[in-house]
């Protein structure tokens, strides 16, 4: 279970990304959105496609960075996730992609770190 510093962590974490893809011409639509079986980050939409987000945030590079925590279960996961979304949204038919933005806030710097990654990977979770 995430603690409050955790927590705060990454809401502020989500903050900056959801920054970060509006400032590349995305639109957020839905954050922190509760579905079995967990939570996805960021649906925002680029042009025509539906794009799931995951953000990693951290303070520092440990444990190989934000991005090495989207393991093969992790992306799995996801993708339920997405297929739930869909389905309960009654969205039909469109393009969907899955993207990574990892959050770095390394001590005395003034500005994260962001690593984005589009189309990180496929509904078949590679």
């Not at 893809?21 to 025509?48: H, Q, Y």
């Not at 806030?105 to 990654?117: H, K």
């Amino acid at each position: 279970m995430a603690n409050h510093k955790d927590l705060e962590l990454g809401k502020w974490g989500e903050d900056r990304a959801a920054r970060f893809l509006i400032s590349r011409g995305m639109k957020v639509l839905e954050r922190n959105v509760e579905l079995p079986p967990g939570e996805i980050d960021l649906v925002a939409r680029d042009r025509d496609t539906l794009v799931f987000v995951e953000v990693k945030t951290r303070t520092e590079a440990d444990f190989g960075g934000p991005l090495m925590a989207i393991t093969p279960a992790k992306r799995r996961k996801l993708v339920t996730l997405a297929k739930s979304y869909l389905a309960r949204r009654r969205v039909g038919e469109v393009p969907c992609r899955f993207d990574v933005v990892g959050v770095t806030q390394r001590l005395g710097c003034p500005e994260p770190e962001i690593e984005y990654v589009p189309d990180a990977f496929t509904a078949s979770g590679r």
